[in-house]
C-alpha cells in the first residue's frame, strides 16, 4: 500500500523560511517523479514544483519561482520543500504526489497525501 505523509508545516510570519518534508512508502520511490501542490481557501489546487526522478531537473510555477527549491534524497525517500521569502499569498494546504513520468506532472500525478498547512501572517 502507498502512503504519502506530508510535514513540516506551521505558522511564519512573512519574509521568514519553512521547509516541508514529504516521505513516500510501498512505493520505489527513484522511479517515481514528485510534485508539490498546494490549495487555498476558496481556491483551487494549483501547482508549485516538480523534480525528476534523479533529482537533477526541476521546474516551478512563477509564483514561487526564485523563492521555493525543491530536492529529493532518494536514500530517505524524501522530497523537500525549501520555502523561502514566504508571503500571506503563500497560506495553503501542501499536498506532495508522486508520478510515474517528470513530463506528466503536475497535470497527472498517481499518488497524493494528505496535506500538511502552511499559514503565513502579514
Known amino acids: 500500500q502507498v502512503q504519502v505523509v506530508e510535514s513540516g508545516g506551521g505558522l511564519v510570519q512573512a519574509g521568514g523560511s519553512l521547509r516541508l518534508s514529504c516521505t513516500a512508502s510501498?512505493?520505489?520511490?527513484?522511479?517515481?517523479?514528485m510534485g508539490w501542490f498546494r490549495q487555498a481557501p476558496g481556491k483551487e489546487r494549483e501547482w508549485v514544483s516538480c523534480?525528476?526522478?534523479?533529482?537533477?531537473?526541476?521546474k516551478y510555477a512563477d509564483s514561487v519561482k526564485g523563492r521555493f527549491t525543491i530536492s529529493r534524497d532518494n536514500a530517505k525517500n524524501t522530497l523537500i520543500l525549501q520555502m523561502n521569502s514566504l508571503k500571506p499569498e503563500d497560506t495553503a494546504m501542501y499536498y506532495c504526489a508522486a508520478g510515474v513520468s517528470y513530463y506528466r506532472c503536475p497535470s497527472a500525478m498517481d499518488y497524493w497525501g494528505k496535506g500538511t498547512l502552511v499559514t503565513i501572517s502579514s
Open positions: 523534480i525528476n526522478f534523479r533529482g537533477d531537473t526541476t
Open positions: 510501498g512505493l520505489t520511490f527513484d522511479n517515481f517523479a
